[in-house]
Nanobody, 124 residues
Framework: QVQLVESGGGLVQAGGSLRLSCAAS????????MGWFRQSPGKEREFVAA????????YYADSVKGRFTISRDNAKNTVYLQMNSLTPEETAVYYC?????????????????WGQGTQVTVSS
């Protein structure tokens, strides 16, 4: 059973930065693809970023390109999301997810495992 535990959320002012972490456990090998999604009240869960573990290839939603960076630490089996220049509209619960297929798909229902989420609040 794969377990994903997020941390690093909190309150930040507009223009500020946060780094989220997602520690993965339960596999004897690295998950093929790890990603981050976010969900604001009343909105659907949306794709933010993903990384192929083996190659380190990264994918981003257009809205975060150039501001967010996804990375991984092999030794710690942890994925990070560095978020810079945050805006109030990016206030949401951020979720870490794992996909056991190497093809990246931004549709949430195609991802198999999810963390509990971490709240990010950006004040104006």
């Amino acid at each position: 059973q794969v377990q994903l535990v997020e941390s690093g959320g909190g309150l930040v002012q507009a223009g500020g930065s946060l780094r989220l972490s997602c520690a993965a456990s339960g596999r004897t090998f690295h998950s093929p693809v790890m990603g981050w999604f976010r969900q604001s009240p009343g909105k659907e869960r949306e794709f933010v970023a993903a990384i192929r573990w083996s190659s380190g290839t990264t994918y981003y939603a257009d809205s975060v390109k150039g501001r967010f960076t996804i990375s991984r630490d092999n030794a710690k089996n942890t994925v990070y999301l560095q978020m810079n220049s945050l805006t109030p509209e990016e206030t949401a619960v951020y979720y870490c997810a794992e996909r056991d297929n190497i093809a990246v798909n931004i549709t949430p229902r195609t991802w198999g495992y999810w963390g509990q989420g971490t709240q990010v609040t950006v004040s104006s």
